[in-house]
């Protein structure tokens, strides 16, 4: 609930710039494909361009990553540790 209710806040936030005539570049993981398709539609309803780019690593690459960082992202979730990468 509360991601949607964070990507409602963020369509409210793009709209609002879009209209005010600013370019808006917005980094955001998608984890819903209706995001992206809600991002792209508050654009073209005001006549701007929507680009979505995405950023990609080779597994190995984003699994070092992740170890380096020592978790998912998240500060609340366990470290983690190569066995689990391997998986």
Same mark, same amino acid.
């Given at each position: 609930?509360?991601?949607?209710?964070?990507?409602?806040?963020?369509?409210?936030?793009?709209?609002?710039?879009?209209?005010?005539?600013?370019?808006?570049?917005?980094?955001? %993981?998608?984890?819903?494909?209706?995001?992206?398709?809600?991002? #792209?539609?508050?654009?073209? @309803? !005001?006549? *701007?361009?929507?680009?979505?780019?995405?950023?990609? %690593?080779?597994?190995?690459?984003?699994?070092?990553?992740?170890? #380096?960082?020592?978790?998912? @992202? !998240?500060? *609340?979730?366990?470290?983690?540790?190569?066995?689990?990468?391997?998986?």
């Amino acid at each position: 609930k509360a991601r949607e209710l964070t990507f409602e806040h963020i369509k409210c936030m793009l709209a609002t710039h879009l209209e005010a005539g600013y370019d808006v570049l917005l980094p955001y %993981l998608v984890t819903n494909a209706n995001h992206a398709f809600g991002f #792209e539609e508050i654009a073209v @309803g !005001r006549s *701007v361009k929507f680009y979505e780019i995405v950023l990609t %690593l080779e597994k190995e690459s984003a699994i070092n990553q992740l170890l #380096e960082r020592g978790t998912w @992202g !998240r500060k *609340v979730l366990d470290n983690l540790h190569p066995q689990i990468c391997q998986q």
